[in-house]
């Protein structure tokens, strides 16, 4: 059954899921910017993500949040994560009571430590808190604007939440699972993007593909290590927001994060880098938010901490952090 949808956010992946969601749904998308919001309707075209891809006419654009989200059932949340507490916050009194929040940011808060889902939690009425839904898994949003088949997974506190979501947008190329294990999923999305940055760098300085599954498999034991802490199932890390995102996120030439960690093995300066991007690559944060949890937890996560030495330039040549990752005490497999 059609329902109200908006999608708060205009970059690659709000514009892809509002795309998405008009095969079926009438929808309502914010950007920040008015002369964006104005620019979408106008030409039925985001003329700074996804430029090629032809909008419905049952895609209206606002930069009015009130306007936005008036009479929508299905509120999702696509900004980058260190504006979600700004933008939701501002939501909070606008949303209908039974409205269904989906969060699609894949980071951590830096400031707090919290996911995407505590942020909500903390920012929407008591009465929306179960109703918050996190979508993460393997999803470039131009494959998903190309109708290419994608598969993700919804958490929910609340599962029933997840599933009425998952009626909601899936269809034959973009397949939805139901899950209950929020704090997995979220670590999962948030956390595989630091190890992008790592696997990057190895790619940038041509250390060969026995290096890149070595980051990859300590990568994913790092980030269960914090999930389990953290109250996750270690399950979880095997599924579509573990494994699988940080399977693409790590090989994908479409993969923001892994761009920057290999123009970095390359020698260029973090500034300079994201100077260069229109897009915002959420492990530069993340990598940060990691490592304080991993102080907070009392655990050892030396790839993340490796890439925030390199981040921050304590290690000018990533080659360094190679080696003193390579030259850490030994140890067994399962510690």
Excluded at 20 to 48: G, Q
Excluded at 187 to 203: E, F, Q, T
Excluded at 219 to 239: K, Q, S, W, Y
Excluded at 259 to 288: N, P, Y
Aim: overall charge negative; some cysteine; hydrophobic content about 45%.
């Amino acid at each position: 059954m059609p329902v109200p949808v908006a999608v708060l956010g205009a970059g690659s992946f709000g514009t892809c899921l509002a795309l998405l969601c008009a095969r079926e749904h009438d929808v309502t998308i914010w950007a920040r910017s008015r002369e964006l919001a104005l620019a979408i309707d106008r030409d039925r075209h985001n003329p700074r993500y996804l430029t090629d891809i032809e909008l419905p006419e049952n895609v209206r654009a606002t930069a009015d949040l009130e306007d936005a989200t008036a009479g929508r059932e299905l509120v999702i949340c696509a900004v980058p994560s260190h504006g979600v507490r700004e933008v939701m916050s501002a939501a909070s009194g606008l949303l209908d009571p039974g409205a269904i929040v989906v969060s699609t940011v894949k980071g951590i808060e830096v400031e707090t430590g919290l996911t995407m889902h505590g942020v909500l939690e903390e920012v929407l009425a008591p009465a929306q808190r179960p109703r918050i839904v996190c979508l993460s898994g393997p999803s470039f949003a131009r494959e998903v604007a190309d109708r290419r088949p994608t598969v993700v997974t919804l958490a929910s506190r609340e599962e029933a939440y997840a599933i009425s979501v998952q009626a909601s947008l899936s269809c034959p190329w973009f397949r939805c699972y139901s899950h209950d294990d929020v704090i997995g999923v979220e670590l999962g999305g948030a956390l595989k993007n630091v190890i992008a940055i790592a696997v990057g760098m190895s790619d940038g300085l041509g250390l060969g593909q026995n290096a890149r599954a070595a980051l990859m498999t300590r990568g994913l034991a790092e980030i269960t290590r914090l999930g389990v802490r953290m109250g996750a199932n270690p399950l979880t890390f095997l599924g579509l927001s573990g494994v699988g995102d940080l399977l693409l996120t790590c090989t994908g030439d479409l993969s923001r994060n892994r761009s920057v960690g290999f123009e970095l093995g390359r020698g260029r300066k973090l500034d300079e880098i994201v100077a260069g991007m229109r897009q915002v690559a959420e492990g530069v944060r993340t990598t940060r938010a990691a490592c304080s949890l991993a102080r907070r937890y009392d655990l050892e996560m030396p790839i993340a901490e490796m890439v925030q030495d390199v981040l921050d330039g304590e290690l000018e040549d990533p080659i360094e952090a190679v080696e003193r990752l390579m030259t850490r005490q030994l140890r067994s497999e399962t510690e």
